[in-house]
């Protein structure tokens, strides 16, 4: 899926190449035709020398220049000066065997040029296409001025408060709520979600969505940097401040890597020559010298080092594209790994809105008890009076509802058209002497009497998302192995979920800080650390619990501080399937980052065996270092394009 | 305090290094470079004054690596 305009299409054509790049692109073509040429003009002696300087020269002035600030600087193991060493090194041996062969030299040096080129190049372009993935700020907000004129300003000097106008096809700036029109909103950059979401009055918005057909005048609730467009740039950018093991790996490695190439090289160039010498034979200094120059040639670790984090990167580009944001590479690394998920139930497998599920009227219909029932809960606000309006829309008719009394831990009582109605639990039916019979189902039960006698009951539960069992699977495909269920509802109404979800293991009647102790247990009872365990809920009141699990993941991040605050991993919106998502994603991008690791090694140590023992030159050394390089880079771009 | 700003550099081994003179630098509590974001986040001492701190930063990163840019 590619969303690209025109507009976009038309810049990835023109503006490929920085000047830097399109300067060294035709240093490199110059000296390659230079060093073509000359092989067919017939010159010798100083001459020869002096015209292949030439290329050499263009192909590698800077690097020779950066040589000396190396020395200067006193940074002897830089690669430029190594660099220069190998190239030089090979261009004396030529002149004091009189060969007169300097275009390996020169090839050495226009093959590493090809090699930063080409590098330069392809983490410029993946660059690019995660800042257009990442292209969700506004750069303007439309703020009405007194005359009724529209004004463009600054996003970042709109005050909380202000109303500001969204043209369709406009980008919203800045959180606020709608107060007046309507429209539907594309909320792709921020959740992956490609249904349109509708907006109304008193709705809110959110700050990178676009707005597709209706003109929304909004009063901004947030400043411009607090908004949630600016909060998932910060995240993002934020990322490299926990990298991964595979990065601190290849850092530590690169940092020892060149040392040791050059302590080889020293060692390569200097024991085996005495050592003949000692034994009466002929030391061979340029043999070994030459082999000891083809080793600084592979002693760059640049090639190895820019694939990881390239990588890295780009999966966790991919991931956003898909609505779910991580908050380092770490936290890829981990999710791999994860091998128990520990789900909160309410919010984040059901949907945590209380709906009417069944209707039990004892003799009258449905619609009559609903009725009846939705008048008493008139003036509620708990959440299942809520759920009753929602089933009974039409509340507001002309019957009379009077004298409304709540009682605390019991339900309410009010008279309806002159009856003395109570709707409530047990306890309420037996303090106004009601005989009421249990229901089978699992929920809330709510009792409705009428002047004292029984009337039947309601039955309110939670309701599963529609992917959550789709989501348990997709995990278990993907290398988890234990799905466990937390939560503070009765065990019957938790083993009831558990069971049509697929869930392993299930903790009901849990405290808030119960599941802190239930998710140290867990991770007490792994077998290795190795074994990740990721916890995922709606980041309302289980902030703890996120942050004691390896990976804490929080759903339902669009427009909640408290999600993006406390979670490694958020998903912008609330569909359990996106945590699979992130899971596959993460497993494709650490195979790719290990693949390269393994290859790029493998390959740098094999050029090394070959070059010791004299099988292979320097054109063979250079020619695999650029190709592993080369090979490394693409095959990192690729995390860009998982799905 | 922390402050991010951004930079210029090459290749990614030279981003490391940047980051490793960054934080060896006085006044600076740790820093962190993101090479493919091409910012480096540096966390400042207790008292340090950021402006010039970031001068010895900057000039340290130039001393590893010539071609490297700190836009302050």
Known sequence: ?643 | MKKSYKIDVDCAACADKMEVAAGKTPGVKSASVNFMALKMKVEFEDGADPASVMQEVRKNCKKIESDCEVFL
């Open chain 1, 1 to 643: 899926m590619k969303r690209c305009t025109g507009a976009c299409a038309r810049t990835e054509g023109e503006a490929e190449m920085n000047p830097k790049q399109k300067k060294n692109l035709v240093r490199i073509l110059a000296a390659g035709l230079m060093t073509v040429a000359l092989h067919f003009l017939p010159v010798t002696g100083l001459l020869r020398f002096l015209l292949y300087m030439l290329p050499y020269g263009i192909a590698g002035y800077d690097i020779l220049f950066k040589a000396i600030c190396g020395i200067k600087n006193r940074q002897p193991l830089d690669e430029c000066l190594l660099m220069t060493v190998a190239t030089a090194g090979a261009i004396v041996l030529a002149l004091y065997q009189r060969s007169g062969d300097y275009v390996e030299a020169i090839a050495v040096m226009l093959f590493y040029q090809i090699g930063e080129w080409f590098q330069s190049f392809a983490v410029g372009k993946s660059r690019k296409s995660i800042a257009e993935l990442m292209d969700i700020a506004p750069d303007y907000a439309n703020v009405e001025t007194e005359n009724g004129q529209l004004e463009q300003v600054d996003p970042d000097e709109v005050a909380v408060g202000t109303i500001i106008v969204i043209r369709p096809g406009e980008r919203v700036p800045i959180d606020g709520v709608v107060v007046s029109g309507t429209s539907s909103l594309n909320t792709a950059a921020l959740t992956g979600e490609s249904v349109p979401r509708d907006v109304a009055e008193d709705d809110e918005i959110f700050s990178g969505c676009i707005n597709l057909s209706g003109l929304l005048r909004v009063q901004t609730s947030k400043e411009f940097g607090e908004s949630t467009a600016s909060k998932v740039l910060e995240l993002i950018e934020d990322a490299s401040l926990h990298k991964s093991r595979s990065e601190s790996f290849i850092s530590k490695f690169a940092r020892i890597y060149t040392p040791a190439v050059v302590g080889a090289a020293l060692a390569l160039a200097l024991i085996p020559p005495i050592v003949l010498l000692l034994t009466g034979s002929k030391p061979l200094w340029g043999t070994w010298i030459y082999r000891a120059l083809t080793f600084l040639v592979i002693s760059c670790p640049c090639a190895l080092v820019v694939s990881i984090p390239l990588s890295f990167f780009a999966g966790l580009g991919a991931a956003s594209r898909q609505g779910v944001l991580i908050k380092g590479s770490n936290y890829l690394e981990l999710l791999s790994e994860t091998r128990t998920v520990v789900f909160d139930k309410t919010g984040t497998l059901t949907r945590g809105v209380f709906e009417v599920t069944a209707v039990h009227p004892d003799n009258m219909d449905e619609k009559q008890l609903l009725h009846l029932a939705a008048h008493v809960e008139r003036y509620s606000r708990h959440p299942i009076a809520a759920s009753l309006r929602a089933a009974y829309p039409n509340e507001a008719d002309n019957c009379s509802v009077e004298n409304i009394v709540e009682i605390a831990g019991h339900g309410i009582t009010a008279n309806v058209n002159g009856d003395t109605v109570a709707v409530g639990n047990g306890r309420l039916m037996d303090r106004v002497g009601a005989v009421w019979r249990s229901c089978h189902k699992d929920g809330t039960i709510l009792h409705v009497a009428i002047n004292g006698a029984y009337a039947g009951h309601i039955v309110i539960s939670d309701v599963i998302k529609p992917h959550s069992a789709l989501a348990i699977r997709e995990l278990r495909r993907n290398g988890m192995e234990q799905a466990v269920m937390l939560t503070g509802d009765g065990k019957a109404v938790a083993e009831g979920v558990a069971a049509e979800l697929g869930i392993d293991r299930v903790y009901s009647e849990l405290l808030p800080q119960d599941k802190v102790a239930k998710v140290e247990e867990l991770l007490a009872e792994r077998e290795t650390k190795r074994e990740k365990l990721a916890f995922v809920g709606d980041g309302m009141n289980d902030a703890p619990v996120l942050a004691r699990a390896d990976v804490g993941i929080a759903m339902g991040g669009i427009g909640s501080d408290a999600a993006i605050e406390a979670a490694d991993i958020v998903l912008m919106d609330d569909d359990p399937l996106k945590i699979s998502t992130a899971v596959r994603i993460s497993g494709k991008c650490l195979r790719i980052v290990r693949e390269n690791i393994f290859f790029a090694i493998g390959i740098k140590l094999i050029c090394l065996i070959l070059g010791a023992f004299g099988i292979s030159n320097m054109w063979f050394a250079i020619f695999a270092d650029v190709g592993v390089m080369v090979l490394a880079v693409l095959n990192a771009i690729r995390c860009i394009h998982i799905q």
